[in-house]
Nanobody
Framework: QMQLVENGGGSVQTGGSLKLSCAVT????????LGWYRQAPGKEREFVAA??????????VYADSVRDRFTISRAHAENILYLQMTIVKPADTAIYYC????????WGRGTKVTGSS
């Protein structure tokens, strides 16, 4: 059984910061990377960032829209995935989804982030 539970969403002023977390339960492997996606109102779900699975090695990847503003990280022993968001913009407003295994993998329920002006 695989379960992903996001937390930390909310409203943040333009330029502010917010940290999302994703608690993972279940077995993970190095074939399935960890990541964040988001879906803005009226838009398709889009990739945000990803890194290798817990205890795994490999590249960290960011969407151009969030590079240098967001940081993805792992707490290996605790099986928690984080997304540190800084310099938040209104365009970052979306439901943020934790993911394992990219689009064909597993998803959390999502947590809403609103960047307000």
């Amino acid at each position: 059984q695989m379960q992903l539970v996001e937390n930390g969403g909310g409203s943040v002023q333009t330029g502010g910061s917010l940290k999302l977390s994703c608690a993972v339960t279940g077995r993970t492997t190095c074939t399935d990377r960890l990541g964040w996606y988001r879906q803005a109102p009226g838009k398709e779900r889009e990739f945000v960032a990803a890194l290798p699975g817990f205890w795994c090695s490999g590249a960290t990847v960011y969407a151009d829209s969030v590079r240098d503003r967001f940081t993805i990280s792992r707490a290996h022993a605790e099986n928690i995935l984080y997304l540190q968001m800084t310099i938040v913009k209104p365009a970052d407003t979306a439901i943020y989804y934790c993911n394992i295994g990219d689009t064909s993998g597993y998803w959390g329920r999502g947590t809403k982030v609103t960047g307000s002006s």
